[in-house]
T-cell receptor, first 111, second 118 residues
Framework: QKEVEQNSGPLSVPEGAIASLNCTYSDRGSQSFFWYRQYSGKSPELIMFIYSNGDKEDGRFTAQLNKASQYVSLLIRDSQPSDSATYLCAVRREGAQKLVFGQGTRLTINP | GAGVSQSPSNKVTEKGKDVELRCDPISGHTALYWYRQSLGQGLEFLIYFQGNSAPDKSGLPSDRFSAERTGGSVSTLTIQRTQQEDSAVYLC????????????????FGNGTRLTVT
């Protein structure tokens, strides 16, 4: 079992709809969770992070964390074609400094 | 500098040659990481530096890979006797890890070095 799992997609969403990206992790000692966006041929850029159970909102983005079920999700409201990218989920264990990344989900927003 | 800087941006080398990849982190960032990303894959952790020491080098795939960091700043990743399976994008990231704030210290990535071994 991979430490961080994501559906590789592609996930297609019509413009203006809500895109929902999911990530599960295996280590219950995981403490903090990060979502990165990566455009083709570019480096990952941070969207947001979360470390408390519940929801965290930042503009059109909402991260949701459920430690009991070991999943974290990212919702993108009012999806735009510019949101088309690969979304990487990353997890940091308690006491560790490195981030462990999932394989990423490729998201396509259709105009 | 304004961001993490990596050089070269592209490197083509022949199998068996040694290569050096350079990373200049964001000024003041104490933590530095090397990852690699093969085509269509996620990020694979290689090594992490805190200052000049490497508390976690668990991701280095073989003894052909080594890295150092000097002056708490620039880092060099060296791959000896390159093999075709070493072809990937090598990404460097830095982070301002403050004690007690490990949980909310994200990594900031450079643009990577695309290594092609022929």
């Amino acid at each position: 079992q991979k430490e961080v799992e994501q559906n590789s997609g592609p996930l297609s969403v019509p413009e203006g709809a809500i895109a929902s990206l999911n990530c599960t992790y295996s280590d219950r000692g995981s403490q903090s969770f990060f979502w990165y966006r990566q455009y083709s041929g570019k480096s990952p850029e941070l969207i947001m992070f979360i470390y408390s159970n519940g929801d965290k909102e930042d503009g059109r983005f909402t991260a949701q964390l459920n430690k009991a079920s070991q999943y974290v999700s990212l919702l993108i409201r009012d999806s735009q074609p510019s949101d088309s990218a690969t979304y990487l989920c990353a997890v940091r264990r308690e006491g560790a400094q490195k981030l462990v990344f999932g394989q990423g989900t490729r998201l396509t927003i259709n105009p | 500098g304004a961001g993490v800087s990596q050089s070269p941006s592209n490197k083509v080398t022949e199998k068996g040659k040694d290569v050096e990849l350079r990373c200049d982190p964001i000024s003041g960032h104490t933590a530095l990481y090397w990852y690699r990303q093969s085509l269509g894959q996620g990020l694979e952790f290689l090594i992490y530096f805190q200052g000049n020491s490497a508390p976690d080098k668990s991701g280095l795939p073989s003894d052909r890979f080594s890295a150092e960091r000097t002056g708490g700043s620039v880092s060099t990743l060296t791959i000896q006797r390159t093999q075709q399976e070493d072809s990937a994008v090598y990404l460097c990231a830095s982070s301002l890890l403050r004690p007690g704030e490990w949980d909310n210290s994200p990594l900031h990535f450079g643009n990577g070095t695309r290594l092609t071994v022929t």
